[in-house]
C-alpha cells in the first residue's frame, strides 16, 4: 500500500531533495577546485550555486582588492552591461554589498525602493533597471577574519531567502572564502618562488662571470701602459668602459641573491627621503616635470638605509622616464592598516600589459637603454625587509606602494 503522504511530509521530501542537490553542488564545487583548478569557471559555479540556494534571480561574486579598499565584481549571472559597469568598484557604504562591508555582516534588502541604503542614490535606478528589486549581501571572510569578498544574490520581485536557505548559505560562502584565499596565496606564494629562483642564479652566475671579466681587464690596463698598444689607444679604453659597464649590471643583478645581507637598523624613512629630496628633484626638474614631497608623521620601522636609497630611486626613475609629457611624481609616507606605506605616483603612460604580468622577472624591458632589472631589484629589497610591493596602473599613470610591518602598530 502506498504510504499516506501529508503535505508537510511532500514539502520536506521536497526539501530534502533540494538541500541534497546542493549539498552535491558544494561539494562538486570543492572536488573541481582540488581538481581543476580553474579559478575563473569555479567562481562562476559559486555565483550560480548562490542563486538557486536563495531562490534568487541573478547573483554576483566580488573580490576585495585591499590596494583600492573595494570590493570588484569578478564573476556574475544574468548581469548587463550597465549594472556591470557602475557596480565594477563598490566602496564601502555604497549599496548593499558596501553596507554589508561597513558593517561586517550580511545585510538582506527585501524592498530597495523602501531601502534608505539605495533611496535617493544613483545606485537605485541602475538596480531597477537591471530587475533587481531585493538584494541580499554576505561578506566572506578568510579563517583569520581578513574580508576577501562579497556574495550576492538579487530578485525581481521584493523576497528574502528564508533561514534555512541562508544557512546553505553560509556554507557556501566559507567554502568560498578559502577558495578565494587559497588562490591569493598560492598567486604570491608562485612570486616568491619566481624571486628566489632568480637569486640563486644572480648569486652564482655573477660571480662566473665577474672573475674572467677581471682578468680580461687587468690585461687591457696592461696593455694601455705599452707603447705598442698606442694606436689602439681608444678602443682600449672603449673595451675597459664597457666592460665596467657589464660590472655594474652585474652588481646589480648580483643584489638579487637571495643571501645578501641587510643591515637592518630602525629609523624613520622619511629621513631617509629627506637626504634624497635635492637629487630627486634635480632628476624630475631636469627633465622637466613637477615634484612633490607628502611626508606624514609615521613611526620608526627597521630598514637597510642603503637598500631603502636604491628601491626609491629605481622606482622614481621609472616613474620620471614614463612621463613622456610634462608630469608629477609625488612620494608620500603614512599610515595604513597599522603598517608604514611609502607611495611613489607618476603621472606617466602606465605599465605595459605584458610586462604587468611578468613583472619581477628580469631583463623585461620596453625602454631602448634599459636592462630591465630595476624593479627586480626593488622586488627582492622589499623580500628582505618583508615588505610587501605592489602597484596600481592605469592610462593616467602608475604609483607604487611599499608597505612595511611595523611593530610598534601592530
Ligand atoms: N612607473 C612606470 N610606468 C610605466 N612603466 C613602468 C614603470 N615602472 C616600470 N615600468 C615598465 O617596467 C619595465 C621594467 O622596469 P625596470 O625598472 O625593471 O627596468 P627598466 O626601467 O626598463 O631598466 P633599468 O634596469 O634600467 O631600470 C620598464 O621597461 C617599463 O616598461
Ligand atoms: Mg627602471
Known amino acids: 500500500m502506498e504510504p499516506f503522504i501529508t503535505k508537510k511530509c511532500l514539502t520536506n521530501k521536497n526539501r530534502l531533495e533540494i538541500e541534497l542537490s546542493i549539498m552535491k553542488r558544494l561539494h562538486h564545487i570543492s572536488t573541481r577546485f582540488i581538481c581543476e583548478n580553474n579559478f575563473q569557471d569555479l567562481l562562476a559555479e ?33 548581469f548587463k552591461k550597465p549594472f556591470l559597469d557602475f557596480f565594477s568598484t563598490v566602496h564601502t557604504g555604497q549599496a548593499a ?14 524592498d530597495i525602493t523602501q531601502s534608505p541604503i539605495f533611496i535617493n542614490t544613483p545606485s537605485l535606478d541602475v538596480m531597477l533597471d537591471a530587475g533587481a528589486w531585493a538584494v541580499q549581501s554576505t561578506p566572506l571572510y578568510s579563517r583569520q577574519g581578513r574580508l576577501v569578498g562579497m556574495l550576492s544574490t538579487h530578485y525581481h520581485t521584493p523576497s528574502r531567502p528564508n533561514d534555512q536557505d541562508l544557512q546553505l548559505l553560509d556554507v557556501l560562502a566559507r567554502q568560498s572564502a578559502d577558495i578565494i584565499e587559497r588562490v591569493q596565496i598560492e598567486t604570491r606564494i608562485a612570486h616568491i618562488d619566481r624571486l628566489n629562483l632568480i637569486g640563486e642564479m644572480a648569486a652564482s652566475l655573477g660571480h662566473e662571470v665577474r672573475n674572467p671579466m677581471t682578468t680580461v681587464r687587468g690585461y687591457l690596463q696592461l696593455f694601455q701602459k705599452k707603447d705598442e698598444f698606442k694606436a689602439f689607444k681608444s678602443q682600449l679604453d672603449t673595451m675597459v668602459e664597457e666592460l665596467d659597464r657589464a660590472n655594474l649590471i652585474i652588481s646589480e643583478f648580483l643584489s638579487l641573491a637571495k643571501n ?21 628633484q634635480a632628476e624630475a626638474f ?3 616635470h613637477d ?26 626613475r621609472n616613474g620620471i622616464e614614463a612621463m613622456k609629457t610634462r608630469g608629477t611624481l609625488k612620494i608620500k609616507t603614512y599610515i595604513e592598516d597599522e ?35 630595476g624593479l627586480s631589484v626593488c622586488y627582492r629589497i622589499a623580500q628582505r625587509h618583508e615588505a610587501e610591493l605592489d602597484f596600481v596602473t592605469g592610462s593616467n599613470g602608475t604609483k607604487f606602494f611599499i608597505r612595511f610591518k611595523n611593530k610598534q602598530l601592530a
Do not use: W
Not at 56 to 77: K, P, T, W
Not at 260 to 278: A, C, F, G, H, S
Open 97 to 110: 554589498c558596501g553596507a554589508a562591508m561597513k558593517l561586517k555582516e550580511r545585510v538582506i534588502i527585501e
Open 291 to 316: 615634484f612633490q614631497m607628502d611626508l606624514n608623521e609615521i613611526p620608526l620601522i627597521n630598514y637597510d638605509d642603503r637598500e631603502i636609497r636604491q628601491l626609491i630611486h629605481n622606482l622614481v
Open 46 to 78: 559559486i555565483v550560480e550555486a548562490a542563486v538557486i540556494i536563495t531562490n534568487a534571480n541573478m547573483g554576483n561574486i566580488q573580490i576585495y582588492d585591499e590596494r583600492s579598499s573595494s570590493l570588484q565584481i569578478v564573476a556574475h549571472s544574468g
Open 339 to 373: 603598517k608604514v606605506v611609502l607611495s611613489i605616483q607618476d603621472t606617466g603612460t602606465g605599465i605595459a600589459k605584458d610586462i604587468q604580468e611578468s613583472i619581477g622577472i628580469p631583463f623585461r624591458t620596453t625602454k631602448d637603454n634599459g636592462i630591465g632589472i
Open 286 to 288: 631636469r627633465l622637466g
Open 260 to 280: 645578501k645581507v641587510v643591515e637592518l637598523k630602525y629609523d624613520n624613512l622619511n629621513n631617509t627621503i629627506y637626504t634624497l629630496y635635492p637629487l630627486l
